[in-house]
């Protein structure tokens, strides 16, 4: 994963540790230690956002997703999913992917419902095209 990038034009991910740290302490999200790995999850506006920090013997590292405008990113959040079970499925250490996973898989599910709080009416059918995005509020 490079520094910083849109893999997806509604997900940014970045690797940069400041940046993280900056945002974590920004939301008073930053866990008090980092001798153990963490999944940080957090809502920033419209925005959906997922932080992992590992830590293993090897090395130490951060990765953050943010999904822009996230009750109409069905597709990116299903495509991060799957990337999710990648990493569960050829890393030792599986315990934060599958957390960061559970944690995604249950937005995922709670979609309509955060569309309705936010005032979305969307065709579904929209939702796995990610050029197509025609909400109305």
């Known amino acids: 994963m490079k520094n910083a990038q ?3 034009k509604n997900l940014y991910t970045t690797a940069n540790p400041s940046e993280i740290i900056d945002f974590l302490v920004d939301h008073q999200a ?7 790995n ?3 999850s957090l809502f920033d506006g419209n925005d ?10 090897k090395q130490e590292k951060f990765m953050l997703f943010r999904f822009e405008n996230f009750a ?16 569960i499925a050829s890393e030792e250490d ?12 249950e937005t995922i599910y709670m979609l309509p419902t ?6 979305y009416h969307v065709d579904e059918n929209l939702l796995f095209d990610t050029d197509a995005h025609e909400v109305a509020i």
């Open 114 to 119: 955060y569309r309705a709080m936010y005032g």
């Open 94 to 105: 599986t315990h934060s992917y599958k957390k960061a996973k559970r944690i995604l898989d």
């Open 6 to 8: 849109y893999l997806t």
């Open 38 to 40: 963490h999944v940080v």
């Open 72 to 87: 109409v990113c069905k597709a990116e959040m299903m495509k991060m999913s799957n990337i999710l079970n990648g990493l």
């Open 30 to 36: 930053m866990p008090a230690t980092l001798n153990q």
């Open 48 to 57: 959906f956002v997922l932080v992992l920090f590992i830590q293993s013997e």
